[in-house]
């Protein structure tokens, strides 16, 4: 009896070791590199993370801002300052950044993300993503309109019309270079010199 109990002990233990090595050799081997593409097991398990990170409370909460014109002009301007980098101005992901993030920023124009309730996008604005290269924006509360204004944007991605991505181009950040070529060009069409002006003391 008592061996018995011994033999099919040490044959889980076994087992377990074994499990342990064949998945310590597929790490060592894949590694944990952003560029390859994630197994299922990871991303659904990434997805259903993402889903119970967010409290209950956000998934029925509506937009307090109203969906104006002004409104999502102005999400569409803070979006193009801040979140543009990442997401694409169209909000296609695809970016230099983008690209090579793991996990990538989803085209927020399919419906994964446009079936999202209001709330859980502000509250994934608000509170980044954990593990993922989505940082936290502005301060805590519900009552940032900032952000509201950023939801109804997203609300707004999957019919942005050709004219709007074109302004967005206009207030992307700009590079130190791009700056600096942006004046010398204005200096030049100004008649002016665009030798570099001499730093006041
Ligand atoms: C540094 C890069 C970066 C910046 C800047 C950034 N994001 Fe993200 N964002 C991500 C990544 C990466 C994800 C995907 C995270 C994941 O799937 O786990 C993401 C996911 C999201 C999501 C969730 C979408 C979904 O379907 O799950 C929303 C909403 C979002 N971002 C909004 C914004 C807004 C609004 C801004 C600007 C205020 C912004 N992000 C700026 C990288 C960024």
Same mark, same amino acid.
């Given at each position: 009896m008592r061996r018995k109990f011994i033999i099919s002990f040490s044959? +889980?233990?076994?087992?377990?070791i074994f499990a342990c090595i064949l998945v310590a050799d597929r790490l060592i081997h894949r590694g944990f590199s952003t560029r390859d593409k994630p197994s299922g097991v990871?991303?659904? *398990?990434?997805?259903?993370?993402? #889903?119970?990170?967010?409290?209950?409370?956000?998934k029925a909460m509506k937009n307090p801002v109203a969906v104006t014109p002004k409104a999502i002009h102005e999400g569409m301007a803070h979006w193009a300052d801040h979140c543009a980098t990442c997401h694409a101005n169209n909000g296609s992901g695809d970016t230099m950044y983008g690209r090579t993030m793991y996990p990538k920023p989803p #085209?927020?124009?399919? !419906?994964? %993300?446009q079936e999202m309730s209001d709330g859980e996008l502000y509250y994934t604005i608000k509170n980044g993503v954990r593990l993922s290269g989505m940082p936290a924006f502005g301060g805590p509360g519900d009552g940032d309109l900032d952000s509201w204004k950023l939801v109804a944007f +997203?609300?707004? *991605?999957?019919? *942005? %019309?050709? #004219? @709007?991505e *074109? @302004?967005? @181009? !206009?207030?992307?950040? !700009?590079?130190? #270079? @791009?700056r600096q070529e942006? /004046? /010398?060009?204005?200096?030049?069409l100004r008649g002016g010199s665009s030798a570099p002006q001499q730093p006041h003391h």
């Open positions: 044959a +889980i233990i076994l087992l377990v990871e991303a659904s *398990l990434a997805m259903s993370m993402r #889903d119970v990170a967010i409290p209950e409370r956000y #085209d927020m124009r399919q !419906k994964d %993300t +997203i609300r707004h *991605l999957p019919s *942005l %019309t050709q #004219d @709007e *074109l @302004e967005m @181009e !206009k207030l992307n950040p !700009k590079s130190p #270079d @791009e942006e /004046q /010398q060009e204005e200096d030049f």
